[in-house]
């Protein structure tokens, strides 16, 4: 089982809908929990952090984590053609590396 | 502050050369990490750094890898006698080990082994 879970896509969604990202991860004692985005051919860019159970909502972002169930999800609303891009989801423990999915591609079509 | 600064950005070598590549951390950011990642696959944890102590090495990191933080500061990794399954990106992270544990990414370096 790998330690962080994500389905591959591509997930396409049309201009204007809201995009769904999942992520599972195996350690229960992660703390810590980011969303990346990544455009083709370049570094991750963070777009989200989360730490304790919730949503967290930043602009069109909002992040959910469930410690429970282990999954931490990231909703984009409105989504636009510019937000096509791979996202990567990242987990660690406090003072620890941070252990990454294999990312979901997300393509919003216009 | 201008973020995680990578030296170079590209890099072409021919098999069995060593390389070195350099990060400049956010200057705030006492640790610091590096990552390999290939096509269609996340970030690869190679190594990390807190201060100029070296924490955690990945049991996957063979022993033609080294990586070296002199004074907490600036980074470099070395592979030496490349191979052609070392071509990769190599990406360094910063973080700080104060509050937040948010690690932003330089540009990374695209290493080619031909």
């Known amino acids: 089982q790998k330690e962080v879970e994500q389905n591959s896509g591509p997930l396409s969604v049309p201009e204007g809908a809201i995009a769904s990202l999942n992520c599972t991860y195996s350690?229960?004692?992660?703390?810590?929990f980011f969303w990346y985005r990544q455009y083709s051919g370049k570094s991750p860019e963070l777009i989200m952090s989360?730490?304790?159970?919730g949503d967290k909502e930043d602009g069109r972002f909002t992040a959910q984590l469930n410690k429970a169930s282990q999954y931490v999800s990231l909703l984009i609303r409105d989504s636009q053609p510019s937000d096509s891009a791979t996202y990567l989801c990242?987990?660690?423990?406090?003072?620890?590396?941070?252990?990454f999915g294999a990312g979901t591609i997300l393509r919003v079509k216009s | 502050d201008t973020g995680v600064s990578q030296d170079p950005r590209h890099k072409i070598t021919k098999r069995g050369q060593n390389v070195t590549f350099r990060c400049d951390p956010i200057s705030e950011h006492n640790r610091l990490y590096w990552y390999r990642q290939t096509l269609g696959q996340g970030p690869e944890f190679l190594t990390y750094?807190?201060?100029?102590?070296?924490?955690?090495k990945s049991r996957l990191l063979s022993d033609r890898f080294s990586a070296e933080r002199p004074k907490g500061s600036f980074s470099t990794l070395e592979i030496q006698r490349t191979e052609q399954g070392d071509s990769a990106m190599y990406l360094c992270a910063s973080s700080s080990s104060l509050g937040t544990t948010e690690a932003f990414f330089g540009q990374g370096t695209r290493l080619t082994v031909v």
């Open positions: 990242a987990v660690n423990r406090y003072g620890n590396k941070l252990v």
């Open positions: 989360i730490y304790s159970n």
């Open positions: 350690d229960r004692g992660s703390q810590s």
């Open positions: 750094f807190q201060n100029e102590a070296q924490l955690e």
